[in-house]
């Protein structure tokens, strides 16, 4: 605004005094006006500067402050999860004396208490959407159901397979390695009625195990230990 007025003026008067100098009057009024554009020109380019640097301040400024908020509001969003877990903890640390206060008895029955309450209220306040979301959900695994039958058979197959090719490569190889382990170690084969006695001996140890026991409990039901 004060280049403009600059100008202004500066033209006026170069105006008058080209009337009154001449050609040689008029080109001082031009220098000085072509010297008040320029400055005009810098003090725009002042001013759109100055208001880039401003709005960059103001963004910066704003996301800082996001920066700071945005922990303290997801803080602020934790603390009542935080705070019922923590009392909870408390509170379970005291239910092994309640056995020995009445105080502490009286107050924790009344927790529950009222924890029953709030579940019954809970239940009907939300019965109707979980009928809702169970026969949908219902809905959706009878929907799911073959094609999870489908993945679960071409599992099944593919396993199959690689235990079949295990199968083959494992017995070519035991036809190299059985001849050549027989050769290298003494191997003691047992014979079958010998290992059917040593499974028959452990069956029998086992139950003598279990019917000792039982015997303690057996004598404390009968009437007078007899």
């Not at 380019?45 to 996001?66: C, E, F, M, P, W």
């Not at 206060?101 to 579940?119: Q, Y």
């Not at 009928?131 to 099944?156: C, F, M, V, W, Y």
Request: zero cysteines; aromatic letters at 4%; a positive charge.
């Amino acid at each position: 605004m004060v280049a403009q007025m600059s100008l202004g003026m500066a033209a006026r008067g170069g105006a008058a005094g080209a009337a009154g100098r001449g050609p040689m009057g008029a080109m001082v009024p031009q220098a000085w006006v072509g010297k008040l554009g320029n400055a005009q020109r810098i003090g725009r380019g002042d001013l759109v500067q100055g208001d880039n640097n401003n709005a960059g301040r103001a963004a910066s400024g704003l996301a800082n402050l996001a920066k700071v908020l945005g922990p303290t509001v997801g803080a602020l969003a934790a603390l009542p999860k935080v705070a019922h877990a923590l009392s909870n903890r408390f509170l379970e640390a005291q239910r092994n004396l309640a056995q020995y206060n009445g105080t502490i008895a009286t107050s924790l029955a009344r927790l529950e208490v009222g924890r029953i309450g709030r579940d019954i209220r809970s239940g009907g306040m939300t019965a109707g959407t979980t009928r809702e979301l169970a026969d949908s959900t219902n809905r959706l695994e009878e929907s799911l159901q073959p094609i999870g039958n489908l993945t679960t058979n071409i599992k099944h197959v593919f396993a199959d397979a690689l235990n079949e090719a295990a199968i083959f490569l494992l017995n070519g190889v035991n036809t190299i390695v059985n001849p050549v382990a027989e050769a290298l170690f003494e191997q003691e084969k047992p014979k079958p009625a010998e290992f059917q006695l040593f499974l028959d001996n452990r069956r029998n140890e086992w139950l003598d195990e279990q019917k000792k026991k039982r015997e303690p409990a057996l004598n404390l039901n009968r009437p007078n230990g007899n």
